[in-house]
């Protein structure tokens, strides 16, 4: 089991961006995949990025080309860099992570994060 604990959420303007950080401790880190989800009030949860294990990454489709995601093994932390944000981004942002190199399916992702905030204004 792995813990996690995100920070780096905050408000900006549209346009803004924002660095989320995911620190993990415990023994599930390294080689399996690990991932941004994001629900705001009225939707539902949904994938923002995940990276596997062997470091493929896949993004919404909403956030193709703004967002990246990455992390660094020796820290044991996950990023997720935003850029050009929007209004529609506003969302609880959480980290996860699976007992699997895989991504695939989501009901993989086990370990869950509290959540960071993310408010974007017009």
């Known amino acids: 089991q792995v813990r996690l604990a995100e920070s780096g959420g905050g408000s900006v303007q549209a346009g803004g961006s924002l660095r989320l950080s995911c620190s993990a401790s415990?023994?599930?880190?390294?080689?399996?995949?690990m991932g941004w989800f994001r629900q705001a009030p009225v939707n539902e949860r949904e994938r923002v990025a995940s990276?596997?294990?062997?470091?493929?990454?896949t993004y919404a489709d909403s956030v193709k080309g703004r967002f990246t995601i990455y992390k660094d093994n020796a820290k044991k932390t996950l990023y997720l860099q935003m850029n050009s944000l929007k209004p529609e981004d506003t969302a609880m942002y959480y980290c996860?992570?699976?007992?699997?190199?895989?991504?695939?399916?989501?009901?993989?992702?086990?370990?869950w994060g509290q959540g960071t905030q993310v408010t974007v204004s017009s």
């Open positions: 996860a992570a699976a007992a699997s190199g895989s991504c695939y399916p989501a009901e993989r992702f086990g370990d």
């Open positions: 415990g023994s599930l880190y390294g080689n399996y995949c």
């Open positions: 990276i596997g294990g062997d470091g493929t990454t």
